[in-house]
C-alpha cells in the first residue's frame, strides 16, 4: 500500500513536472491507437496513409505537450491577441484564402497552409473565458449580450467560407463559456425560444442548398438514396449489420467494399461499428466519455475562473466533436462535415484537438498548493 | 484595514461561490453528456440489435451479386453430322470508357485503322449512358483476322481497348439451308414477355425461324448463375459459389445436306422450292427454297440497309416457299382427282373421255377449255393422266361434285398443316362450299368445281404439303407427318436418343388397291410413254418413278385466248410443278417440286425432281452424288396442262 502510493506520488511529481496529465494522456493514447488501427482497416490496409496520420499524431501530441508547458496566466495574457490575430485572418482568408471541397478556407504562408478558423476553436473560448472572467461571476446581461458578440463575429465569418462544421463548433465553444459561467436559466430559456422563432429565417436566408439537403435528407434518407441519402443509408446498413459483436477487424463488407463512402474520414465510425459491434460501441463510447468527464473535473478543480470556463468549454466542445460525428454516421442528425476526434483521417483539427488537451493539461499542472 | 479585510473575505467568499456556481453548471453539463452519450448508445443499440437481421439482409444484397452464366447453345447437325450451325469465338472490339482518357480521339484513332461504321458509333454511345464505366461496351463485332492484327500491332496507342472473344452463333454453310435451319437473333421485346427469364438469364440470342425457332427449348439451355462478391462500383472482387448453366442439346436435323445440296443446286438461278421427303417415317430430307440468304448477317443485329435490301428484294430471299408459299397444284392434283374418281366408282379407268379440246356444262354457254386446244380426242384414265387432259378431268370434277371431291383431297392433307411443326407453315386452301362461303361470302358454282378438278381457282398448296400429299399417296392412304429432327444428343450426360418417327396418319383407307396401281400406272406412263408430259426425265432412267406434272396460272387468259410464253412478262408466266415418288413399286421418297415461273411442269420442275432422285438413289447406294446440270431455261418446251 505504501509502495502504491509512493509510486503514485512520484508519477505525480513527474508529471507535475511535465505539466501532463496522465490520466488523460492515457486516454488518448489509447483512443489514437485504436483510431489508427481502424484506419488500416478503413484505407484497404494503405500504410502510406497511416504513416501520414502517425506524423499527424506526432505533431498534435508535441502541440499538445509545447502548449501545456505555457501556465494559464500566460494564456490570458495572450488572449485578446491571440482572439484579434484570428479575426484578421478570417477576413483574409475570405479576401486571398484558397479554395479547397468548395469552400475558402486556407491560407497560405509560403509552403505552410492554414485555416484561421481552427485557431478560433481556441480563440473563442478563450476570449470569452477573459472576458468573463474580469468581472464576478455570474455575467450581467449585458456582458451576455458582448460575449455573445464575441462568439458570432468570427462564427460569421466562418460561415461565410462556408464551414458548417467548425461553426457548429466555435458557436458552441462560446456558448458552452457562457453557460458554465452561470448564465441565468431564464435568459437562457428565452433565447433558445428566439433561436426556436430564428430557425426558418435561417433555413429561407443563410443556408446553403447543399446544407439544407442534407438536413432535409436526414428525415428521409431515402428521398435522395443515390445522392446525398446514400451515405446516411450506407453508413446505417454498416452499423447495423456490425451487430453486437461486429464482423471483425479487416473484415467489415461495408467499408472494404467501398459501400461506405468517406470511410477513412467522416464516416470512419461507422467502419468501427460495423467491425467490431456494438460491444466495441460501448467501450469507445465509455472512452470518449472519461475523457470529457476528465476534462470536467479539470475545469472544477481548476483555481480561478478564466482557467475554470477555458477548461470546462474544452471538454464540452470535444463533447461535440463525438456527439455530432456520432450521431451523423449513425442517422440521429444531419449530415455535418465534423470529424471523430483523434479517429478520423485528417491533419489541422487534430493539432487544434490536442493543443485544446495541452490547454487542459496547463491548468491542472500549474495549480498552486493552498496549503503550502 | 477591517475593511480591506471584510473586502478580502467578500472576495473569497465570491470566489468560493462563483466556484460553487460554476461546479453546479459542470456538473449539469456532465450530466447532459451522460444523457446524450446514451441517447447516442441507445441509438447504435437500435440499429445493432433491433435492426440487425434487416440491416445484415441489407448489407449481403449491397455485396453479393448474382451474375448469369448463359449456356452454350446446342449445335444442328444435318442427318449424317454435318455442322449447319455451331458457336465459334468472333471478335469484338471491346471499349471500357473508365479507362479511356480522350474518348473522341480513341474512337477516330481506332476508326483510322479499322472501318467503324457510324451506327457502330451511335449504338455505343447509347449503350455506353445506359452501363457504368468500368463496364466493357462493344463498338465493333465480328472483327476479321486482319483486323484483330491490325489492332493487336496497334495496341500501345489505345489504353482501355481491347479485343474480346465470345462464342457466338455461327452458320458455316452461309446460305445453305437457311429456310430449314432459320438463325438466331437477338431476344426482342416480345420473345422477353414470353421467355422464362431465369432459363435466359445472361442469353442475349434466340431462334428466330426455322429450326432454330422450332428446338428453342432444346437448344438453348438453361442458364447457370454464378453469386459473386462486387464492391460498391460493382466491380467484381470474388466469385463465392457457381451454379454452372445446363448447356443445349445438340439436334440433328432429318436434312440430308448433300440431298439438300443438289435440290438447291438444281434450283439454280429459279426462285421456287423442293421438298424431299422419306415416305416410310415422314424425314424431311431437303427443304429448299430458293433464293436463300446468309443467316449469319442475322446473327448480331443486321443492319438497316442490308434488311431493306433484302426485304425489298423482288425476289423475296427471306420468304420460306417450301412452307409458306401457297400456289395452286395445277395438274399435279390429278393423280388424286383420278384415285378419288375410282374409288367413288364414278369412272372405271378404261371408261374414255371425248376431248375436243373444250368442256361445257348443259345450258352454260361458257367453254372450259383444255389445254391442248386441237384436243386429245378419245382419254381413258391412264391417256388423261399421261397427257395431262383437262376434259377428263373436268367430267370427274363434274361427277364427283364439289363436296365429294373436297372430302377425297382433304384425306391427302390438302388445305391444312402437314404437322411438320415448322413456324410458319401455312395451310393452303382446299375450295369448298363452306369455304367459300366463309371466305367469299358467296355460293358455289359449278364452274369452280371444274376448275377444281384440275388444281385451279382457290385451289391452293405448300410444296411442303404437295410432298406429304404426295407421300400419303405413295403409302395408300397413310403416313407419318413430316418431322425436321431425327436425333437429340445431350450435351449435359452425353445421352443420344433416336427419336421415333411422329405417330403414323392413317388418312383413309383404299377400297380396293388395284385403283391405286391404276393411277400409279398412269404416272409411270406419263413419264416413260411417248406423249407423256414428263417424258424428257425418261432417258436413263434406271428406276420407275410415279409422277405428275403441273402447270399453275398465274393469271387467267381469256375465253379464246392464247397462251404464249414469249409474250408475258416473266412474273407472270404460269409456275411448273412436278410432284412425284420413287421407287414406284417400293415408294421411298417423295418429292415436290415448284418453280414460280416456270412455265413449264415437264420441261423445268421435272427434270429438277429428277436430279434429286438420282442423287437420292446414289446416297441410298452409298455412290457418289453425281454432279447436278445447272437448269437450262430454254429447254422448257414440252407443254402441259
Redesign the interface.
Known sequence: MADASLVDQRMTRVQRHLHLDGQLLTALALLSGVGLAILYSASNQDMAELQRQLIRLGLAFAAMVAIAQVPPETLQRWTPWVFLAGLVMLVLVLLVGTYGKGAQRWLGFGPVRFQPAELMKLAIPMMVAWYLSRR???PSFSQVLVALFMTATPTALIILQPDLGTAVLVTAAGL?VV????LRWRVLIGALLAIVAAIPVFWMFLMHEYQKQRVLTLFDPERDPLGAGYHII?S?????????YGKGWLNG??SQ????PERNTDFIFAVF?EEF??VG??QL?VL??FI??RG?YI??QAQD?FS??LA?SLA?TF?VY??VN??MV???IPVVGLPLPLISYGGTSMVTLMAAFGILMSVHTHRRMWSS | MASKKGQGENRLRDQIQEKRLFNRRAILAGAGVLGLMGLLGGRMAHLQITGHQHYATMSQANRVRLVPVPPNRGLIHDRNGVILAENRPTYQLMVIPEQVQDLEATLEGLGSIIKLEEADIARFHTQRQRQRRFDAIPIKFRLDERDVAIFAANRHRFPGVEVEARLSRVYPQGEHAVHAIGHVGRINEQELQRIDSSRYRGSTHIGKSGAELQFEDLLHGHSGIERVEANALGRVIRPLERLDPNPGNDVYLTIDSRLQRVAEEVLGDWQGAIVALDTRNGDILALASKPMFDPNLFVHGIDRDTFQALQADPSRPLYNRAMRGQYPPGSTIKPFVALASLENEIKRASERVFCPGFYTLPGVSHRWRCWQRRGHGHMNMEDSLVQSCDVYFYDVAYRLGIDRMQEYLGGFGFGRRTGSGIPGELPGVLPSREWKRAARGEGWYHGETLITGIGQGFFLTTPMQLAHATAVFANKGSAHPPRLIKRIERNDNGEVSDLPPEDKETHFKLRNEANWQEVVDGLIASIRGPRGTARSIAPGLDYEVAGKTGTAQVFSLGQDEEYDADAIPTHLRDHALFNCFAPAEDPRISVAVVVENGGSGGGVAAPMARQVMDAWRALERGEPVPRPDPPDEDEAEVPDG
Do not use: W
Request: aromatic share 12%; with cysteine; glycine share 16%.
Open positions: 464576478p461571476l455570474p458552452f453557460f458554465l459561467a452561470g450506407q446505417t446498413i454498416a452499423i447495423g449489420s456490425g451487430g453486437v463488407t461495408q467494399l467501398q459501400f461506405l461499428s459491434g456494438l460501441v460501448v463510447l470518449y466519455l470529457i468527464c470536467l475545469a472544477c475562473n475554470r470556463l470546462g464540452l463533447f463525438v456527439f456520432v450521431g449513425s442517422g440521429l
